[in-house]
């Protein structure tokens, strides 16, 4: 079993549209937990950290992270054709400090 | 602007023999990471340098190598490049070990003939 699942997809929206993206994990001493956006032909770049449990916001991005449940979930709202990208959940262990355990990563594309 | 600066972007090479990939960063971070990513997987963690301390992951083969001769610049060597080694090898930084933001170059997609 791989320590963080990541349903693949593609996922196809038209603009506008709600989307969900989630990951799973195994190991319950994850704490910290990010999402990374990757556009083609680009390294990964930070979009959304949260620590522990709980749900973050940050304009169309909200975060959520349920820990009893080892679930993490990304929502963007008002979805548009540039944030078409692959997102990448990563999680770490605090006393490991930052060694990321990604996500294969989920393809998204926003249909204008 | 501060960046992670990966080169070259694409590498052709031939099975067995050596490549050398190279990163460089203007952001002075202490951490300097080395993933591979293959097609539609998860970038896995090939190994770090806190400074100038190395550390390997224990799956890591002994085929990859690396070196940072200073803060600024990071090197991933392949001895013996086998076809199961093509992918995209991506540099990384954070300013320190408890810092959970890693800034990504763009990557060095590597094509083992």
């Known amino acids: 079993q791989k320590e963080v699942e990541q349903d693949p997809g593609p996922l196809s929206v038209p603009e506008g549209a709600i989307v969900s993206l989630n990951c799973t994990y195994s190991?319950?001493?994850?704490?910290?937990f990010m999402w990374y956006r990757q556009y083609s032909r680009k390294g990964p770049e930070l979009l959304m950290y949260?620590?522990?449990?709980g749900n973050k916001e940050d304009g169309r991005f909200t975060a959520q992270v349920d820990k009893s449940s080892k679930y993490i979930s990304l929502f963007i709202r008002d979805s548009q054709p540039s944030d078409s990208a692959t997102y990448l959940c990563a999680m770490s262990v605090l006393e490991y400090g930052n060694k990321l355990v990604f996500g294969a990563g989920t393809i998204l594309r926003v249909k204008s | 602007d501060a960046m992670v600066i990966q080169n070259p972007r694409y590498q052709v090479t031939q099975f067995g023999k050596p490549v050398t990939l190279s990163c460089s960063q203007t952001l002075n971070h202490n951490v300097m990471y080395w993933y591979q990513q293959k097609s539609s997987q998860a970038p896995k963690l090939l190994f770090h340098?806190?400074?100038?301390?190395?550390?390997n992951e224990a799956d890591t083969p002994d085929n990859f190598q690396s070196r940072r001769p200073n803060t600024s610049f990071c090197f991933l060597d392949i001895r013996s490049p086998g076809l199961g080694d093509a992918a995209m090898y991506l540099c990384?930084?954070?300013?320190?070990?408890?810092?959970?933001?890693?800034?990504f170059g763009p990557g060095t997609r590597l094509t083992v003939t």
């Open positions: 949260t620590y522990s449990s």
């Open positions: 340098y806190y400074d100038k301390d190395f550390n």
């Open positions: 990384a930084t954070s300013r320190s070990g408890l810092d959970y933001e890693q800034y």
């Open positions: 190991n319950s001493a994850f704490q910290y």
